[in-house]
């Protein structure tokens, strides 16, 4: 072992010594072929020899330091020695690869923006994307890269870093073309991005999330409710139609909860032409138990609404709840409604629950269900003498037989004969 490390060190020796001895004889090449094929000499002791006697052709330690990984030392020494001409033989003969620290290394150094940015247009795609911008987003020089970028957009390079950046660029100089670059892109990360831009303009944020659909909802609740931008929100809930979205933000645990709730309301679902999203969002208030939100929400879209206004089950929905809910309401909505389940939203309001008797007649009378009308009068009003004054008005067989039968069994025959007799039909 020992032998062998002797064996090796004096290997060492001469490799080091073949080196020098090139240099100082002007043999370039070979110094450079035994840079490039041996690596028994130390590479630290050969750059510091290299360095120091300021070659007026520096390929030795390019090579040297390329395949060391004394990148940045090397751009420095040569930034710093005018070899400008070397920076762009080392990256574009020798490690076009190399470009990211280099240029990281002459923003560090205080390179003028313009060499930087001739640099970036000759390497154009030769190196890898993802390490150039984090070269230089980790010295706040990213926007140095605005052009470079564009060209690789416009390319068709879809690399994900590469819109990322292009659009923090946007987002930070208020571009012309942020928007459209924001709706439109499709190889940005929405999560990355949005988190990026929420302190700097929360609106642009929820329109990034919202590109996304459905893969940054959590995200979107989260800034509409901490920059208070509640109708962004409900709007984005009645267009998502996600149930279980809509079970999460009604919940009575959210405190934002009552803010959504009034915009979905007021504007959110009165705007929509969808017949898909005001379904889901019935139902969703209907889920989460909230029945004169329900009513106020049906209200503003089948009264106020002519695109759903008839709609047979959305009207029978809103008279239901009201039943259910708000009594005081239930006349309004059978006189102004006109396309309903009359029948059936009668038997409910006989119910013994509710007791609408008043409404459930007028349902009646209004649908010309004539003889279940004066049934309600006679049987849940027990009032015979506006019975009567239904059949005279209505004049049907059927509706003089139900009244009869009442005179008969309240024992009131003698009325029978005072009251008209119904025309022959």
């Given at each position: 072992e020992i032998y062998t490390e002797q064996i090796v060190g004096s290997v060492r020796c001469v490799q080091e010594t073949d080196i020098e001895a090139s240099i100082k004889c002007n043999q370039l090449r070979e110094a450079e072929r035994v840079i490039r094929e041996t690596n028994l000499y130390d590479p630290v002791k050969v750059k510091d020899f290299l360095k120091e006697i300021r070659m007026a052709d520096p390929r030795p330690l390019i090579y040297l330091c390329d395949i060391h990984g004394f990148v940045e030392e090397l751009t420095k020494y040569l930034y710093q020695n005018s070899f400008n001409k070397f920076i762009e033989i080392y990256l574009f003969k020798v490690n076009t690869a190399a470009a990211p620290k280099v240029l990281g290394t002459l923003i560090d150094l205080e390179c003028d923006e313009n060499y930087i940015k001739q640099i970036l247009y000759n390497v154009r795609s030769s190196c890898s994307a993802e390490q150039l911008i984090e070269e230089f987003e980790k010295r706040n020089k990213v926007r140095v890269?605005?052009?470079?970028?564009?060209?690789?957009?416009?390319?068709?390079?879809?690399?994900?870093?590469?819109?990322?950046?292009?659009?923090?660029?946007?987002?930070?100089?208020?571009?012309?073309?942020?928007?459209?670059?924001?709706?439109?892109?499709?190889?940005?990360?929405?999560?990355?991005?949005?988190?990026?831009?929420?302190?700097?303009?929360p609106h642009l944020a929820c329109t990034i999330y919202k590109r996304s659909w459905g893969q940054c909802d959590n995200e979107l609740i989260e800034v509409t409710n901490k920059n208070a931008l509640y109708r962004i929100q409900a709007k984005y809930l009645v267009e998502r139609q996600d149930k279980e979205l809509w079970a999460t933000v009604l919940s009575p645990d959210n405190p934002h909860r009552r803010h959504i709730i009034d915009q979905v309301v007021s504007h959110a679902l009165p705007d929509s032409k969808s017949a898909d999203e005001v379904a889901v969002t019935v139902q969703a208030f209907m889920t989460a138990n909230l029945p004169t939100e329900l009513m106020s929400l049906l209200e503003k879209i089948v009264l106020h609404n002519s695109e759903f206004s008839g709609v047979k089950r959305l009207q029978n929905l809103l008279i239901i709840t009201a039943i259910k809910a708000d009594k005081t309401r239930v006349m309004d909505y059978i006189n102004r409604l006109d396309n309903y389940d009359g029948p059936e939203i009668a038997k409910i309001a006989l119910g013994e629950q509710y007791q609408l008797y008043e409404e459930a007649f007028t349902i009646y009378k209004k649908t010309n269900n004539h003889p279940e009308a004066v049934e309600v009068l006679l049987d849940n009003l027990d009032n015979i003498e506006r019975a009567a004054e239904y059949a005279e008005k209505v004049n049907l067989p059927e509706v003089w037989s139900k009244l009869a039968k009442a005179y008969l069994d309240k024992d009131m025959v003698c009325l029978l004969y005072t009251s008209p007799s119904p025309r022959d039909s």
């Open positions: 890269l605005e052009s470079w970028l564009e060209d690789r957009s416009k390319e068709g390079n879809q690399t994900t870093a590469i819109h990322n950046a292009l659009a923090k660029i946007y987002i930070d100089t208020s571009h012309p073309n942020t928007q459209d670059f924001l709706v439109n892109n499709q190889h940005y990360d929405s999560q990355l991005v949005g988190k990026y831009c929420e302190d700097r303009d």
